[in-house]
């Protein structure tokens, strides 16, 4: 986060810190409301909604001893959590809920890696989709395998079909326990499609689960096509401790000497916020030091930036990445490919780079998630410095929406596709290659040589939902970190 953003930060904390010590900090919280305390004070400070939640409000509490009497009543965190939200998914249908993406983490040792690509995980990346004719039942399909996994070493691999784990059949109501429950090992068992209809082939797959690092760089590639040098990047995490690699992968295309760029975003849930601008910037190059993006924080928040500081606010192009210069194509024109699952930081890049260049989507509707979090931790400052011992309990609630160097944020029903396309069975081919729908389809736009890939009839399924943002993960767009050691500053 930048300095500046840290002084305002402190400034905001200050006060509120001083406030505290008049309201809330009279009496301590008992050992007991610990986590609860830390949950109602870190949603007061930063939550997005925080104005619109009357039992966040700033005088709801006379003091610590009436907030102990409130948070006495939410004896699990988690439960009181979600009654702080401002109408969250957990209670509301989706086509009114407004909090759709914040959660809470009972080991922040778990959320840091998530956040990072680090998850315990077998490596079978999937959607799940609805059977035909069914509202209850569920089947998965692969999308792609994460290299360096157990399911690497297996005999699955991208468009293969299940139903079932461990010989029971998948449904809306069972699958996060089978798929993502405590259990490391299960088996998958296999179907084929036949004639519109999923059938069992009696073939299983056994899978185990490790910690996992996936390198979000899946591939990474130049296609000749003519006079065009095609670079096909498929991008599935925006991951900050691979933007070095990214950098790299940037700058072999560019080696090659690239003319036209594919980026390929179907899979990517989103991240963070830093990589999506630097990720823009290697992407263009011309335009460093100009707005990416700009942020829109709760009314106490955002009434001190737009009155002391209003350029904290804006995320901007860059040409390093600390001391190193990134590699940049310098292009005027990108070809960015979606699919249902494409969310947050993915949706960051395809706004922030429009005002700029031109942008050709070929895809699905996507998530439509224009809002980004901040881990908090039980702090002083809810930093990572000087958590509380007694427990691991994390926050990552929204605090910020986000929108274009034109203003523009209002995406939160997805971005359109310049040109529709939707991922099915008939159209996994591999992925990287030439003939691939989704890819075949960019190369024809770029070189105005064919007409788009049209999907095979009667095998198109209603989307339910995929592993990433199935498995905790959530659909992210985050800050890299709250402030850290602000009250020892001041």
Same mark, same amino acid.
């Given at each position: 986060m930048k300095t500046k953003f840290k002084i305002i930060i402190a400034f905001l904390l200050a006060v509120f810190m001083f406030q505290s010590c008049q309201d809330t900090d009279d009496v301590a919280a008992p050992n007991n409301l610990e986590v609860q305390n830390f949950i109602w004070k870190g949603?007061?400070?930063?939550?997005?909604?925080?104005?619109?939640? @009357?039992? %966040?409000?700033?005088? /709801?509490?006379?003091?610590?001893?009436?907030?102990?009497?409130?948070?006495?009543?939410? @004896?699990? @965190?988690?439960?009181?959590?979600?009654?702080?939200?401002?109408?969250?998914?957990?209670?509301?249908?989706?086509?009114?809920?407004?909090?759709?993406?914040?959660?809470?983490?009972?080991?922040?040792?778990?959320?840091?890696?998530?956040?990072?690509?680090?998850?315990?995980?077998?490596?079978?990346?999937?959607?799940?989709?609805?059977?035909?004719?069914?509202?209850?039942?569920?089947? $998965?399909?692969?999308?792609?395998?994460?290299?360096?996994?157990?399911?690497?070493? /297996?005999?699955?691999?991208r468009g293969a079909i299940f139903y079932a784990v461990n010989g029971t059949q998948l449904t809306v109501s069972n699958y996060q326990g089978l798929l993502f429950g405590s259990n490391n090992d299960y088996t998958l068992n296999l179907a084929d499609f036949n004639a519109g209809a999923i059938t069992p082939n009696g073939k299983s797959v056994a899978l185990t689960k490790k910690v996992l690092d996936e390198n979000p760089i899946l591939i990474n590639s130049v296609i000749n096509s003519g006079s065009h040098k095609i670079g096909y990047l498929m991008y599935n995490g925006f991951y900050a401790t691979y933007d070095t690699n990214l950098n790299d992968a940037f700058g072999s295309l560019k080696s090659q000497g690239v003319t036209d760029l594919v980026l390929d975003l179907r899979y990517n849930g989103g991240g963070s916020i830093q990589t999506a601008s630097r990720l823009a910037s290697m992407i263009t190059g011309q335009f460093t030091s100009q707005i990416f993006a700009k942020e829109q924080w709760n009314a106490k928040i955002e009434s001190y930036f737009q009155t002391n500081n209003p350029a904290a606010l804006n995320t901007l192009f860059t040409n390093t990445i600390g001391t190193t210069p990134?590699?940049?194509?310098?292009?005027?024109?990108?070809?960015?490919?979606?699919? /249902?699952?494409?969310?947050?930081?993915?949706?960051?890049?395809?706004? $922030?780079?429009?005002?700029?260049?031109?942008?050709?989507?070929?895809?699905? %509707?996507?998530? $439509?998630?224009?809002?980004?979090?901040?881990?908090?931790?039980?702090?002083?400052?809810?930093?990572?410095?000087?958590?509380? @011992?007694?427990?691991?309990?994390?926050?990552?609630? %929204?605090?910020?929406?986000?929108?274009?160097?034109?203003?523009?944020?209002?995406?939160?029903?997805?971005?359109?596709?310049?040109?529709?396309?939707?991922?099915?069975?008939?159209?996994?081919?591999?992925?990287?290659?030439?003939?691939?729908?989704?890819? /075949?389809?960019?190369?024809?736009?770029?070189?105005?040589?064919?007409?788009m890939a049209q999907p095979k009839p009667g095998i198109q399924f209603d989307y339910f939902k995929d592993s990433k943002s199935a498995n905790g993960i959530q659909n992210q767009m985050y800050l890299e970190k709250a402030p850290e050691g602000l009250l020892k500053a001041l």
């Open positions: 949603l007061n400070l930063y939550y997005l909604w925080q104005a619109d939640v @009357p039992n %966040l409000s700033d005088t /709801k509490f006379a003091n610590q001893t009436q907030l102990n009497a409130f948070l006495n009543g939410y @004896p699990q @965190p988690e439960t009181l959590f979600q009654n702080l939200l401002y109408n969250p998914i957990s209670k509301f249908p989706i086509a009114t809920a407004v909090d759709r993406f914040s959660w809470i983490v009972s080991d922040y040792l778990v959320l840091e890696g998530q956040l990072q690509g680090s998850t315990n995980n077998n490596g079978v990346e999937f959607g799940l989709v609805y059977k035909p004719g069914s509202s209850t039942d569920i089947f $998965g399909y692969v999308r792609y395998i994460v290299p360096g996994s157990d399911a690497a070493t /297996k005999n699955i691999q990134i590699n940049s194509l310098n292009l005027s024109k990108i070809y960015i490919l979606t699919s /249902k699952s494409t969310a947050s930081a993915s949706e960051l890049v395809i706004n $922030g780079l429009k005002p700029y260049i031109t942008v050709i989507q070929i895809g699905d %509707l996507t998530v $439509g998630k224009n809002v980004g979090s901040v881990t908090l931790y039980d702090s002083p400052d809810f930093s990572a410095t000087n958590r509380n @011992p007694n427990h691991r309990y994390a926050m990552q609630p %929204l605090v910020l929406k986000i929108a274009n160097a034109a203003g523009f944020g209002d995406y939160s029903s997805g971005l359109v596709p310049t040109y529709q396309m939707k991922e099915d069975l008939g159209n996994l081919d591999v992925l990287g290659s030439a003939t691939e729908p989704f890819l /075949k389809t960019s190369i024809a736009k770029i070189t105005g040589t064919a007409k």
